[in-house]
């Protein structure tokens, strides 16, 4: 259910022709930024622009994050960098902001971090922003409290209040030692329980679940999710705290790499949404269309060399769809399979070995199944004939060939540091397409 109306907006629409700024105001006042970003949707650019300066600087930088990233991108383009700089960056977390700074092309990145008034913060704005975006580092914030494993716990509660003075959420008290590395983490349930212990050392959680700086964002997320974490620190390589994920920041990502995966598996190149102009859409999705034409056109070469046995044997053209569809459809399911292994940790390329024994296994019953079942079929409404035998060899074949190619070739893109996702799509069923259309013509003009 969408949460305005047609006529909602059209109120807002029209007080925004109005430039009655004290009645918009009004209407956004007890909005969640998700939901003023959600009514974003709705209006054109000078409209959003217009709503987006009546907010206040802290909803405005929340607004500005829970955009789509296009949208943030026009957005952005419209405002001066010294508003970016002073009214958003000041009232973001250094992760949403080096998020936001990104995006933006190099000359926009320095003048922005040139009006920001905090140097601290646009000293760790530059720090992060030298981490590849897809590791740790580049989604980590440095906002966090952290206490000394040699404090007391009257030190510790003085220095925790003045740290959490300008986080919004804490979720860990994380203890480093004199040089800064870190030792563990420090349950808030021991400020009750331990109200007089004498070092923080002696009731902290030691050796932490922690990640490094270079560590990749697929097994960051994988970490959440095997030790059911709300926030992760990170370490540099010697062992020092320099920052630390939150479950949300982990989640958009997910997100946004399962969107890229499934685009690139439907066999679109680039990433695009829906409100892309026209050129952005095609560029993304000619390439492969491409491909498959010329996958076609092979085909049609390969039928064509046949000819004569289709002459002879008209029936040999029936089961062609047959083939090729069988063929593509098990090479999917055998790559999704390795694909989704791979994305979530469950499938390693030490057991490639043992997967595809696996696999063949999957294959010879499948195959035996689907080419008995056509057999029957067939033998029923042809007889016992050369077009019978060999569409079922053919099947058995195309199932085995399909099912281990459709195993392998992830297997292979993932050692070479390619996106597996690539084999759930055309590419499988291109080549299986074709490579079945050889063995079905090979196998029929023996038999048929």
């Not at 050129?279 to 056109?297: C, E």
């Not at 074949?397 to 459709?406: E, Y």
């Not at 050692?415 to 490579?435: E, H, L, M, S, Y």
Request: glycine fraction near 6%.
């Amino acid at each position: 259910m969408e949460k305005f109306s047609e006529e909602y907006i059209k109120e807002i629409q029209q007080v925004i022709d109005d430039k009655n700024e004290q009645k918009a105001k009004e209407y956004l006042k007890d909005l969640h930024p998700a939901d003023i970003a959600e009514l974003y949707q709705a209006l054109n650019l000078d409209e959003a622009e217009f709503i987006y300066r009546l907010l206040d600087s802290e909803k405005a930088a929340d607004v500005l994050m829970e955009l789509d990233e296009d949208d943030r991108k026009k957005l952005l383009k419209r405002l001066p960098n010294e508003m970016i700089a002073k009214q958003f960056i000041d009232h973001l977390d250094t992760d949403d902001a080096v998020d936001l700074i990104r995006e933006l092309d190099e000359e926009a990145q320095e003048e922005i971090l040139s009006h920001i008034d905090d140097v601290e913060q646009a000293g760790d704005i530059v720090d992060l922003l030298k981490y590849d975006e897809d590791t740790a580092g580049g989604l980590m914030g440095t906002e966090m409290v952290v206490v000394n494993e040699n404090w007391s716990m009257p030190e510790c509660l003085k220095e925790m209040r003045i740290q959490a003075e300008d986080m919004d959420e804490i979720y860990y008290v994380y203890v480093v030692d004199d040089d800064e590395r870190l030792k563990g983490v420090f349950p808030l349930k021991k400020m009750i329980t331990n109200p007089s212990v004498s070092k923080i050392k002696h009731v902290m959680k030691k050796d932490p679940v922690s990640v490094k700086t270079d560590t990749p964002i697929e097994e960051v997320a994988q970490a959440f999710e095997k030790y059911d974490l709300v926030a992760v620190p990170v370490i540099d390589s010697i062992g020092r705290l320099v920052g630390r994920i939150t479950v949300d920041d982990v989640m958009d990502e997910v997100r946004e790499q399962a969107e890229r995966e499934y685009q690139l598996a439907s066999g679109l190149s680039q990433d695009v949404e829906s409100t892309d102009t026209i050129f952005t859409q095609t560029s993304a999705r000619l390439p492969w269309l491409l491909i498959g034409m010329f996958g076609g056109l092979a085909n049609s070469v390969i039928l064509g060399n046949f000819e004569a046995g289709f002459v002879s044997n008209p029936a040999m053209a029936l089961f062609i769809p047959l083939i090729g569809g069988t063929g593509g459809n098990v090479g999917i399911q055998s790559s999704a399979i390795v694909v989704q292994g791979l994305a979530n940790g469950s499938f390693s390329l030490r057991n490639s070995g043992k997967q595809i024994l696996k696999e063949l296994g999957v294959a010879l019953i499948n195959a035996c199944m689907i080419s008995a079942l056509v057999f029957v079929y067939n033998w029923i409404r042809m007889g016992n004939n050369g077009v019978t035998i060999s569409v079922s060899l053919s099947l058995f074949s195309v199932v085995i060939f399909a099912s281990i190619f459709g195993t392998i070739v992830p297997m292979t893109l993932e050692r070479f540091k390619i996106d597996p996702a690539i084999a759930t799509g055309p590419f499988i069923t291109i080549t299986n397409d074709i490579i079945g259309m050889l063995i079905y013509m090979s196998i029929s003009s023996t038999l048929a």
